[in-house]
């Protein structure tokens, strides 16, 4: 069956259709990673987004249900140039395509994916449409223009969850830490994470308010990550303001965006984002690269915080686009890439042991 990708601008890639029928809606990005295909395509972070790969033969491995960060697939739409119909590995529980078909991810292959990234880097990120019941090109750059824009839009209330739940480890419970994470998106493997150096978690919704979160009598705070604009999240700007200096806080990606905003800074559009496995950043503390797991399409603008308040702390190297801060007085610090790493290198997660052991500081 036929489909086509047609983008905002009316620049048409028309290819082969994969997974299910129908059409799929979004903004259209790019990830670098090589791997990790079931880990993006379930990651809240690209609700109303369209993800591109630029690894050209994508499923070759199937999938399985421990590699899901969420309950569900939440990218709208995927693409890539060619798609494994067969799954090759003895931890697969069935290939890609049926996975897609399944839970109705509308999906193009056999398109020059070279030639739309190097658009999209030139051109920036745009609103898509990939559609096998629809062949009018002007229909389709129409219906991808009426698409709402990312910027101004509060994703994160979306996909963040209804009621608070659990995450404990094992081990004795007086031995272990407590920690509040805000759900704006997480993914599991964060959760994991928290749970691996020793936290017991409880995930609570992304509007639940300072006063309720402190009352649990936490020993750390986590911000997550999750999709969208971190401007229209007025509600956790106040949130973070109101618990900073009562209590450790770390946040990642999102949670990075709304601690800047906290901190006094601004946040910005990037052109076309950054999205995979393989980006260097440098850790100015320290002075050592690590390839890191990215996943984000705004910014915190490092002009806007006052230094003698906040220190910089990590630089993207590809772009040099601010990565991580922290206060200078105050228990609080947060990276905008994915320590977690799911998919990507574990070069970062020393950063929960840092979040560890400042919640075992004495105050």
Request: proline share 5%.
């Amino acid at each position: 069956m036929k489909a086509i990708l047609a983008l905002e601008d009316g620049s048409l890639f028309a290819g082969r259709a994969f997974g299910a029928e129908g059409e799929a809606k979004g903004e259209v990005v790019f990830n670098t990673s090589m791997t990790g295909y079931q880990e993006i395509i379930t990651d809240p972070s690209y609700t109303g987004q369209i993800v591109v790969m630029t690894y050209p033969h994508i499923g070759n491995y199937g999938v399985n249900a421990e590699d899901e960060e969420a309950a569900r697939p939440y990218a709208e739409g995927f693409v890539a140039r060619e798609f494994s119909e067969v799954a090759s590995n003895w931890r697969a529980q069935g290939t890609f395509e049926d996975y897609l078909k399944r839970r109705g991810i509308v999906s193009i292959s056999e398109i020059d994916t070279r030639a739309l990234v190097r658009h999209i880097r030139s051109r920036g990120a745009m609103r898509g449409v990939i559609s096998t019941v629809e062949s009018d090109p002007a229909k389709l750059a129409a219906a991808a223009r009426a698409i709402p824009t990312m910027a101004g839009s509060d994703l994160a209330s979306a996909v963040s969850c209804k009621e608070p739940y659990a995450r404990a480890g094992a081990g004795t419970a007086a031995a272990r830490l407590k920690v509040v994470a805000w759900d704006y998106g997480v993914k599991r493997n964060i959760l994991n994470n928290l749970v691996r150096v020793g936290c017991d978690v409880t995930v609570v919704p992304a509007a639940t308010s300072a006063e309720d979160v402190l009352a649990m009598k936490p020993d750390g705070v986590f911000l997550s990550n999750g999709p969208g604009d971190p401007e229209p999240l007025e509600y956790a700007v106040r949130n973070i303001r109101a618990l900073l200096g009562k209590v450790p806080v770390f946040g990642i990606c999102l949670g990075h965006q709304l601690m800047g905003l906290a901190f006094g800074g601004k946040t910005y559009k990037l052109k076309f984002g950054h999205r995979g496995a393989n980006h260097p950043v440098k850790n100015l503390l320290t002075g050592r690269i690590e390839i890191t797991s990215q996943n984000h399409g705004f910014a915190v603008d490092p002009d806007s915080l006052d230094a003698a308040r906040v220190e910089l702390t990590h630089l993207n190297l590809n772009d040099q686009t601010l990565e991580g801060v922290r206060h200078r007085s105050l228990p609080a610090f947060s990276v905008q890439y994915h320590p977690e790493a799911s998919p990507g290198p574990h070069d970062s997660h020393y950063l929960f042991d840092e979040f560890k052991q400042l919640m075992l500081e004495p105050r």
